[in-house]
């Protein structure tokens, strides 16, 4: 359910629905867009954080995981908005995530 609510926050109103499978499979979307460094397990980070209450978290805030000095610095806390500027990479908003 949480994995479900939180592709469902990233689909709603954002441009990344145009990437959005025929028939709007949103497992599908986060598998194809945000499983290769993401997770949604709580603790389980990898490449990038786990996305278990991702929102309303303050950016680069999540225990033991070693953000960049970008992330830790910047001065958001994850929402529709947020989350929608910066999926499907971090690239556009953090230039030195990457």
């Known amino acids: 359910m949480i994995a479900f609510a939180l592709v469902i926050l990233l689909l709603a109103g954002t441009p990344i629905e ?34 278990h209450g991702v929102v309303v978290r303050r950016a680069g805030s999540l225990p033991d995981y070693g953000y960049s000095s970008a992330m830790k610095q ?3 806390v994850w929402d ?4 929608d500027r910066s999926s499907p ?10």
């Open 74 to 76: 910047a001065d958001l």
């Open 18 to 51: 145009a990437q959005a499978p025929a028939g709007g499979d949103a497992q599908l979307l986060f598998n194809n867009a945000c499983r290769t460094c993401h997770t949604l397990r709580e603790g389980d980070n990898r490449l990038g954080p786990s996305l």
């Open 80 to 83: 529709a908005a947020t989350l």
């Open 89 to 98: 990479t971090l690239t556009p908003s953090f230039p030195a995530t990457t």
